[in-house]
């Protein structure tokens, strides 16, 4: 299985419904959470792994997905059993 590790902001509504779907599965056990409020070194690797101060965004394998609804499908297609 890939290493997730899921870049949030507390007040992203796009964070939100990513958490929900995943919520939803059970996955949280899967997935990293880094709140890139709550450290300015996990923002600044965001930009600098990622290229873009943008969340939501899932690292697979340290390789940036952005878009929420992406981030669903790829759980989706690739995670969820």
């Known amino acids: 299985?890939?290493?997730?590790?899921?870049?949030?902001?507390?007040?992203?509504?796009?964070?939100?419904?990513v958490y929900r779907?995943?919520?939803?599965?059970?996955l949280n056990d899967k997935i990293k959470?880094?709140?890139?409020?709550?450290?300015?070194?996990?923002?600044?690797?965001?930009?600098e792994v990622g290229g873009m101060n943008q969340v939501p965004c899932l690292f697979i394998d340290d390789k940036p997905m952005y878009e929420s609804s992406d981030i669903i499908a790829y759980l989706k297609e690739n995670i969820v059993k």
Do not use: W
């Open 33 to 47: 959470f880094t709140n890139i409020n709550q450290s300015a070194e996990d923002k600044a690797r965001l930009v």
């Open 1 to 17: 299985m890939p290493e997730l590790e899921l870049f949030i902001s507390n007040t992203c509504p796009y964070c939100q419904k």
């Open 21 to 26: 779907f995943i919520d939803k599965y059970n």
